[in-house]
């Protein structure tokens, strides 16, 4: 049987709703402007994208989601010296890649977060069908703090494993299944530490006062270097 490790980012195909909280109507979309472009395109490629580059397997492919009418926003800024990195503007040929293989394990990844560099190597070696890691680390950017970190159930990091002849489509606006979904499903708790949340001033989701960081609980920062290339 032939598997395959597949990591995959809705790096600009998802425009959630909560950019547009408390802006006037007719506001375009943040993810539609060469500013926002900009900015997560670099974090994108410093840390999650580097991460990924960090794994200490390299039996990996990187689907990367991106909005085929913003290509003339992103694609002069793509990274291009790893053909593992595949860029999917149209699902069809991404698709029919992945179809190669007799089963994928199929592992979320947000633009602006990242995994250890043992993660894939712990998903590949599972043998659930859904599995996800609840704890992990946050680090707060602009300060320099990494602090501990728990989903507390419903967290963006999971992975499943399936027959990729079965996969039709990729998940661009990332609602199926939702993150609590994933928990409903009864994954297997993966080893904690080995993902790590960038709490940055443009993230949407995560901030460092929400319930999710153990701000009681700092972490050195030589963890960054030594789990996730940074």
Known sequence: MTRKLVFWTALNSY???????????????PVTTKEWT????????????????YQSTADWLYIVLLDPELRHLTDHLLPRRDPR????????????????????????????DMYSRHAGQIMMASKAEWMYF????????????????????????????????????????????THKAVIGLSPEVMPGGHFCVLL????????????YVLRKQPVSLSVLKKEFGR
Not at 15 to 29: A, F, I, M, V
Not at 86 to 105: H, K, M, T
Not at 200 to 211: A, C, V, Y
Request: glycine share 8%; with cysteine.
């Open 15 to 29: 425009r959630s709703e909560k950019c547009l909280r408390g802006k006037p109507e007719g506001t375009p979309h």
């Open 38 to 53: 900009e900015r997560r395109i670099e974090l994108w490629r410093k840390f999650t994208l580097n991460s990924l580059l």
């Open 85 to 112: 990195v595949v860029y999917c503007y149209d699902d069809g040929p991404a698709l029919a890649q992945l179809r190669a293989y007799d089963e994928i394990v199929l592992a979320l990844i947000d633009g602006d």
């Open 134 to 177: 609840k704890a992990g680390y946050a680090f707060e950017l602009e300060r320099r703090r990494l602090w501990r970190y728990d989903t507390i159930g419903s967290g963006p990091f999971f992975a499943r494993r399936l027959d990729p002849r079965g996969l039709t489509r990729f998940d661009r606006d990332k609602r199926h299944p």
């Open 200 to 211: 940055h001033g443009h993230n949407t989701s995560s901030k460092p006062e929400m319930r």
